[in-house]
């Protein structure tokens, strides 16, 4: 079993920043990969960025790339993703979750078995 619990979301301005953070117990944050997925009011949740089990690869969407960063810190069992530039359209419910039986990078949401509740990010024009 994995809890997930993110925090770091809020109100923001157009062009400004904010960090999430994903506080991961139970089984050790190490040896699979991660990541974080959105959704908007109205829409389906959609693939954001992704980190592999050692933090060497990751991957993003091609909406947050170059704005968005995903990292990791396995001895404090937390990832991380910094959110730069953002836009009215970032608004949304930011998920973190897990991928237990993968240690690679993914965007593919079936393979994450173990989900937080969510932290609310709102980017106003």
């Known amino acids: 079993q994995v809890q997930l619990v993110e925090s770091g979301g809020g109100l923001v301005q157009f062009g400004g920043s904010l960090r999430l953070s994903c506080a991961a117990s139970?089984?050790?944050?190490?040896?699979?990969?991660m990541g974080w997925f959105r959704q908007a009011p109205g829409k389906e949740r959609e693939f954001v960025a992704t980190?592999?089990?050692?933090?060497?690869?990751?991957a993003y969407a091609d909406s947050v790339k170059g704005r968005f960063t995903i990292s990791r810190d396995n001895a404090a069992n937390t990832i991380h993703l910094q959110m730069n530039s953002l836009k009215p359209d970032d608004t949304a419910v930011y998920y973190c979750?897990?991928?237990?039986?993968?240690?690679?990078?993914?965007?593919?949401?079936?393979?994450?078995?173990?989900w937080g509740q969510g932290t609310q990010v709102t980017v106003s024009s």
């Open positions: 980190i592999n089990w050692s933090g060497s690869s990751t």
């Open positions: 139970g089984r050790t944050s190490s040896g699979y990969a």
């Open positions: 979750a897990a991928a237990t039986r993968w240690g690679t990078v993914s965007g593919t949401e079936s393979l994450y078995d173990y």
